[in-house]
C-alpha cells in the first residue's frame, strides 16, 4: 500500500511563495500520474484538483493556478512539488497529494496552507 506524506503548508501573506512536497513510500515511477488538490475551509468544501502531472510529462493546472503554480517531480529524491508563487488568500486550505498507482488511487493527509490578505 502506496502511504503519501505532504509537507511545506504554512501561513505566508499574500504575494509570498511556498513550496510543498510530496514523500511517497514507493518509487514515483510506478505511479501513472501525480496530482495536488485543495480542500478550501469549510466542512461542505470539496477537494478541488490544482494541478496535475502524467508520467509522460503532460501537466495540467486549473484555471487559478495556471501561471503561479508548478508541479514538479525530483526523481533523484523520489519527491513531488508544488511550487506556488504571487499567493493569494483564496488559495487558503489544505493541500492533498494525490497519485494514482496500477488500479490504486491514493490521497495523503494533507498540509495547511493559509494566506492572509
Known amino acids: 500500500q502506496v502511504r503519501l506524506v505532504e509537507s511545506g503548508g504554512d501561513f505566508v501573506q499574500a504575494g509570498g511563495s511556498l513550496r510543498l512536497s510530496c514523500t511517497p513510500s514507493?518509487?514515483?515511477?510506478?505511479?501513472?500520474?501525480m496530482y495536488w488538490y485543495r480542500q478550501a475551509p469549510g466542512s461542505d468544501k470539496q477537494r478541488e484538483h490544482v494541478a496535475g502531472l502524467t508520467r509522460r510529462g503532460t501537466t495540467a493546472y486549473s484555471d487559478s493556478a495556471k501561471g503561479r503554480f508548478t508541479i514538479s517531480t525530483d526523481k533523484s529524491k523520489n519527491m513531488i512539488y508544488l511550487q506556488m508563487n504571487n499567493l493569494r488568500p483564496e488559495d487558503t486550505g489544505v493541500y492533498f497529494c494525490?497519485?494514482?498507482?496500477?488500479?490504486?488511487?491514493?490521497w495523503g493527509q494533507g498540509t495547511q496552507v493559509t494566506v492572509s490578505s
Open positions: 514507493t518509487s514515483i515511477n510506478d505511479f501513472e500520474a
Open positions: 494525490h497519485v494514482l498507482s496500477g488500479p490504486d488511487q491514493v
